[in-house]
Structures are given as structure tokens and as C-alpha cells.
T-cell receptor, first 115, second 112 residues
Framework: EAGVAQSPRYKIIEKRQSVAFWCNPI?????LYWYQQILGQGPKLLIQ????????DSQLPKDRFSAERLKGVDSTLKIQPAKLEDSAVYLC?????????????FGEGSWLTVV | EDKVVQSPLSLVVHEGDTVTLNCSYE??????LLWYKQEKKAPTFLFML????IEKKSGRLSSILDKKELFSILNITATQTGDSAVYLC????????????FGTGTRLQVTL
């Protein structure tokens, strides 16, 4: 079974530039998550989709971050304009249902460095 | 606000030692507690615990949940260098805003 796919794996940009990350979840998984993991910290949920609807985006900095999940499958996360503190790994994850008991599967992550 | 606290933050042991990692949580509408292992890439799932006092075991790893005292432990016996990683604990809550909240992790280093 194919896992969660993410791209690009690594990205270096200057502050105030924009960047977009792409995620393809495990086939059949209705719920998709974007997490931000800053070095030395645990992952923090940015946004959660159920099919193509947003379930939770309470911790998404909406002035600069946006995310969409068209057709309930792939998702993109965009940062515009980027700040130095956005340097982190952006993890996409998916799960089978809305309330899976918590078992979610992570992609390899997209490592962002803002200089 | 949901909170998950792990201790110790980091740990260095010799191969063959037994280690215990701790996780405490304060989560509204708690449903389950999860452990993940992270080695320089995405976290990989280890255990999900929903009931108190029932130990889950996988090889040299085991974990148990205490829902009264709001904590969980992860034990690793006969540690190997391949166990070196960050171990993440996460608490899952249900409701209209179901969410998985992670702790900061325990960094384990196993030396020869």
C-alpha cells in the first residue's frame, strides 16, 4: 500500500517569498492533516480536512498560511509571505475516518528553511 | 487548552539497558493516547491505548495507560542502538473538534 506522498522534500526560500507544499494521502483516507514541526518540538496541527471540508484550522496563521483540498484527495499548503519562524518540517498525514481513535499515518515531510 | 507533557526531554543509555518514558496529558473529551517513534523523518506509529491498565506489547516495547492519573509510560527493554530516536506521545480527543495533540518528545540515544 502506498503511503502519504509529499513534495517537495526540501525547500530553501528567502523571507517574504512564497512556497507551496503538496500532499497526496493514502488512497481512501477521508481525513487529511497538515502539521508543522519546529526543530525540538512535537508536531502542531495547522489544519484538518474531512473530505474537502475544513474541520479544524484554529492554529493556522491565516494571514500568511492557506490550504485547500480540492475534490477531497490531494491538498496544498501555501505560505505567503514566509517569515524566518516558518522554518520547520511540514508533515502531511491522513486517516481513514473522521474519528479514527487517533491512528494517523504521516508522510516523509517537507523541510522548509527560510533565510 | 489541551496539553501533553513528556519526560525526560532526553536520555542517554547503554545498549542493553531498560528505559521508561513518561507522558502526562490534560485533554478534554479524551479518547486515546498514542506513541510514535521519529527518526529524522516522519513519525511512525507504535501504539494506541484507549483503556486503563491494559498493557500493549510489541517485541521489546510495551506501553500502558492510566486514565485516572492521566499518564502513560512507554518501556523499552534490552535497548539497541536502533532504538535511538525521538519518541512522541500524543493525546486524541473526540467531539466537534477532534484533535491529536503532541508532546515535545523524548530524545533517546542508545550507546554501545
Amino acid at each position: 500500500e502506498a503511503g502519504v506522498a509529499q513534495s517537495p522534500r526540501y525547500k530553501i526560500i528567502e523571507k517574504r517569498q512564497s512556497v507551496a507544499f503538496w500532499c497526496n494521502p493514502i488512497s481512501g483516507h477521508a481525513t487529511l492533516y497538515w502539521y508543522q514541526q519546529i526543530l525540538g518540538q512535537g508536531p502542531k496541527l495547522l489544519i484538518q480536512f474531512q473530505n474537502n471540508g475544513v474541520v479544524d484550522d484554529s492554529q493556522l496563521p491565516k494571514d500568511r498560511f492557506s490550504a485547500e483540498r480540492l475534490k477531497g484527495v490531494d491538498s496544498t499548503l501555501k505560505i505567503q509571505p514566509a517569515k524566518l519562524e516558518d522554518s520547520a518540517v511540514y508533515l502531511c498525514a491522513s486517516s481513514l475516518g473522521y474519528s479514527p481513535g487517533g491512528t494517523i499515518y504521516f508522510g516523509e515531510g517537507s523541510w522548509l528553511t527560510v533565510v | 487548552e489541551d496539553k501533553v507533557v513528556q519526560s525526560p526531554l532526553s536520555l542517554v543509555v547503554h545498549e542493553g539497558d531498560t528505559v521508561t518514558l513518561n507522558c502526562s496529558y490534560e485533554v478534554t473529551n479524551f479518547r486515546s493516547l498514542l506513541w510514535y517513534k521519529q527518526e529524522k523523518k516522519a513519525p511512525t506509529f507504535l501504539f494506541m491505548l484507549t483503556s486503563s491498565g491494559i498493557e500493549k506489547k510489541s517485541g521489546r516495547l510495551s506501553s500502558i495507560l492510566d486514565k485516572k492519573e492521566l499518564f502513560s509510560i512507554l518501556n523499552i527493554t534490552a535497548t539497541q542502538t536502533g532504538d535511538s530516536a525521538v519518541y512522541l506521545c500524543a493525546a486524541y480527543r473526540t467531539g466537534t473538534a477532534s484533535k491529536l495533540t503532541f508532546g515535545t518528545g523524548t530524545r533517546l540515544q542508545v550507546t554501545l
